[in-house]
């Protein structure tokens, strides 16, 4: 049974540029989160994605935007990069309803932004 | 806004030696769980607690919800330096309009040398 798979592992980027992450769920799960987490610091929550949907974000500008897909995979992009954007990008699945919250993340994709 | 307040943020401690690590907050959360990360990965969920009071074990670690919701703590019996890692909490508040997002506290690097 495959957990969540994401790619690329590492990128490196210039500021300015545009960025896309993918993301494929655990088998059986149809709920996508993406989370950042800079070095040192806990993840936060960009946004999550339901039935193709936006379904909550976060506080994040309108540089991150997202899609899923038919087959619940997903991909998070990222316009006109910042130094500041250079983080570790995690993606999490999970199958509602669930009052628990369960997050099944991956390997997360490093993005550093020279 | 929500936060939770994780306590230490570092720990470097000997083999054998017992810890704590407090998460706090001002908030109500529905759920409280707990993730180990090692470098390079993603957070894996080691538990979750939803009932105010709730004590859960996982072998050597131990886990309890505050009675009002808006604390956990996280107790090491005996640590090993596999132990060694990222412990980080997280808070649900699950509701009509809120229907995944995670609250992650800033995380406790803990060190156990053999």
């Known amino acids: 049974d495959a957990g969540v798979t994401q790619s690329p592992t590492h990128l490196i980027k210039t500021r300015g540029q545009q960025v896309t992450l993918r993301c494929s769920p655990k088998s059986g799960h149809d709920t996508v989160s993406w989370y950042q987490q800079a070095l040192g610091q806990g993840p936060q929550f960009i946004f999550q994605?339901?039935?193709?949907?936006?379904?909550q974000r976060g506080n994040f500008p309108d540089r991150f935007s997202g899609h899923q897909f038919p087959n619940y995979s997903s991909e998070l992009n990222v316009n006109a990069l910042l130094l500041g954007d250079s983080a570790l990008y995690l993606c999490a699945s999970s199958f509602p309803p669930t009052n628990t919250g369960e997050l099944f993340f991956g390997e997360g994709s490093r993005l550093t932004v020279l | 806004t929500q936060l939770l307040e994780q306590s230490p943020q570092f720990l470097s401690i000997q083999e054998g030696e017992n810890l704590t690590v407090y998460c706090n907050s001002s908030s109500v959360f529905s759920s409280l769980q707990w993730y180990r990360q090692e470098p390079g990965e993603g957070p894996v969920l080691l538990v979750t607690?939803?009932?105010?009071?709730e004590v859960k074990k996982l072998k050597r670690l131990t886990f309890q919800f505050g009675d009002a919701r808006k604390d956990s703590s996280l107790h090491i019996t005996a640590a090993q330096p596999g132990d060694t890692g990222l412990y980080l909490c997280a808070g649900g508040v699950w509701g009509s309009s809120n229907t995944g997002k995670l609250i992650f506290g800033q995380g406790t690097t803990l060190q156990v040398k053999p």
């Open positions: 607690v939803v009932t105010g009071g």
């Open positions: 994605y339901y039935e193709e949907e936006e379904r």
